[in-house]
C-alpha cells in the first residue's frame, strides 16, 4: 500500500494525513467497492452511522444487498433530493456564487482543518479516479471515512475508477473529493452543504452530506467546468442520441436544459400502451384524449445522458462535437411507476449486467430491486419523486463512445398548464425552430420550470442560468456566457430548437412532445425548413412554429403545434401568457449586462430588452433556413 501511495504526488498536508494512518482501503475493482458498501462481504445489511459528541448516534442511511445490486435508503425525506442551496465557495477566487465566508461569517480555512483532523481519525478509503471519465477526463482522488463505501461506488460509477493496480507513476490529482457527513450536523443545522475551494492546481470539493446528487455528480460537474473554463471550453448539461430511422437516415440530437427538462428521457422510446397505442395528449379541460400510431419506431443509439464535454481537440468548427463526460449515468425512474411501463430501463436493472446502485428505491435482502418501488417519504404519504438508479454506460445497449456531430441542439422546458383563466409561461407549441441568437438567450436563462422532481425547490418558474449547469459553476456567470456564445458562433451547420414537456397549453403531454419532435425530425432527413414552412411564433422569444406536421401519414392537430389556437387559451390567453415569459426574460437577462460580456451578446440581450421580432435576432446571427 505504501508504494501505491509513494506513486502519487499530492499535497504535503494530504500526504502528512495519509502516512499517518494505519489501515487505508484503496479499492481493488468494483466488487471490491460493493463490499465495502455493505461494511463487508457475508453482510447482507448495513447502517452508515456516527457517534456526534452531544447528538448521540445518528443514522444516516440503510444499505440492502439486493440480487441486483445495493439500495440505499436516506432516512430523512430531506436527503433524498439535491438541496438547490448546498454549494458554497471556500476560495478567494473570482465568483458569482455565494462564498462561505458571506454565508457563515468567517473563513473557511478554520473549517477545512478540522475536516481534515476529523478524516485523521479513522480508516480511510482513498479512492483514485477520473473526474470526467477515463477517455478525456482528469486525474482525482476520494479521502472518505470507510463506512462511505456506497458514496465511493456511487462516485466510481459515474466518474470512471482507477483500480488499485492501474494507478500509474505520477498519478497527479487536479481534483480531490473529502467527505466528512456528520459536519452536518454540528456545523450546518443538518442542511446539505458542499464547499468548492479552488487551489491554483488543485480543485478541492469537501462533500459534507451523503446524497451523491451535489457532490459525486454535480459537485464533479463544477470541477470540470472549472477547467473548462480555465481552457476555454464547456461541459454542457445535455443528452445525446443518434437516431436511425426505420429508413436508416440517421439524425444526432443533443436535448438540453434543466433538471427535469427531459434529457434522460430523449434517449427513451416512446412510451406505448398495451395495444401498441400512443397517447400524445390530454385536454385537461374537455378531458378528450388524443391517441396516434407508428408503424415503427427510430432506433436509438445513445451518447451521453446529462455532461456533454466539448473538448477543443475533436472540435471540427462546422458542427458541434460532443462525447460523455460520465462512465456511468445518474437515471431518475420517478416516471416507472408499475411494470410495463418502460421495458427497456426494466430490463437493464431487473437482470443487469452487474450489480447496480439503487438510491431511494425499497430494498430487501437477497430480493430483487424493482425501479417502480419507490421509497415512500413518509412526511407526506406518497413516494420519493427522486428515485435513482446510477447505470454503467457500458450497460447501455447500443452505446456510442466516440465523440459524435450533433446536427440539432434542443432545449427543453417543463411547462405548466396555461387556460385563458390562468395563463401561464406554458404556451410552448409542440417544438419551435429558434434563430441561434435565440437559442443562446435561452441557454442564458435556462428556465426551471414546473413541477421539478430532482430538487427541493421546484415551485414557480426560476432560472438555472447559463447553458443551465450554472447551478453547479463556480466562477463567474458572463464567463461561462461568453463561451456559449463562442460556441454557438464556431457551429453554424447545427440548428436549434424549443422543447416543452409535461403541457401543451391546456394539454397533458408528458414527454410525448420531445419524443414525437425526435422522430419527426429524424423521418424528415433534413433539419432545414423552407420559409414557408415555418409561422413566425406570436411570442418572438419562441422563434419559429411548424405550419403543419405530418408523421407516417399522420397530420398532427395544430393547436398542438400552436397553443394561441387552442379555445381553451386564445389570443388573450397566450398573449398574456408571453408576457410572463418577457418579463422573466428580461429580469434574468439583465444580471449578464455586464462590461466583460461578449458585445455581440450585448446587442442580442438589448434586442429582447427592446421586444425585438424574430427578423432582429436573425439579422443577429443569421441561420438558414
Sequence with gaps: METILR???????????????????IPKNREHLFELALGDANNKTFTVSYDIEEIGEVVEAEVVKCKNGVAVNFMEMYMRRRDPNCMVIGDDSPTDKQTYKKRFGENFDGLRKETLEWLDQGELIVM????????????????????????AAALADLQGLVPLDDVREGFTPKAIVYVAPPFRHTHFDKKQVVVHNRLDDIHEVFAYNLYPGPSAKKGIYGVLLNIGEKEHWVTLHASTVKVVTPYENELIIMHEGASGGGKSEMAEQIHKDQEGHIKLAKNLITHDQTYIQLNASCDLRPVTDDMAICHPSVQNNRKLVVTDGEEGWFLRMNHITEYGTDPHYERMCIHPKEPLIFLNMQGNPDATCLIWEHTIDEEVGLPCPNPRVILPRQSVPKIISEPVEVDIRSFGVRSPMCTKNEPTYGIIGLFHILPPALAWLWRLVAPRGHANPSILDSEGMKSEGVGSYWPFATGKRVVQANLLLDQ???????????????????????????????????????????QEQLVESRCSLLGYSIENLKIDGINLPKVLLRTDMQPEIGKVGYDKGAEILSDFFKTEL????????????????????????????????????
Design 7 to 25: 506513486k502519487m504526488i499530492v499535497p504535503e498536508e494530504l500526504k502528512t494525513l495519509l502516512e499517518n494512518q494505519q489501515n487505508i482501503i
Design 128 to 151: 483514485p479516479f477520473m473526474s470526467g471519465g477515463h477517455e478525456y477526463g482528469y486525474e482525482s482522488l476520494l479521502i472518505a471515512p470507510k463506512n462511505t463505501g456506497f458514496f
Design 488 to 530: 454557438i458562433l464556431n457551429t453554424p451547420s447545427t440548428r436549434y430548437i424549443l422543447i416543452p414537456n409535461q403541457h401543451i397549453g391546456a394539454y397533458e403531454v408528458g414527454f410525448m412532445s420531445q419524443w414525437i419532435a425526435r422522430e419527426y425530425l429524424a423521418r424528415r432527413g433534413s433539419v432545414k425548413f423552407k
Design 590 to 625: 439583465k444580471t449578464y449586462l455586464t462590461d466583460d460580456l461578449h458585445l455581440l451578446g450585448k446587442e442580442i440581450i438589448e434586442c429582447c430588452l427592446n421586444d425585438g421580432t424574430i427578423e432582429d435576432y436573425i439579422k443577429l446571427i443569421p441561420i438558414r433556413l
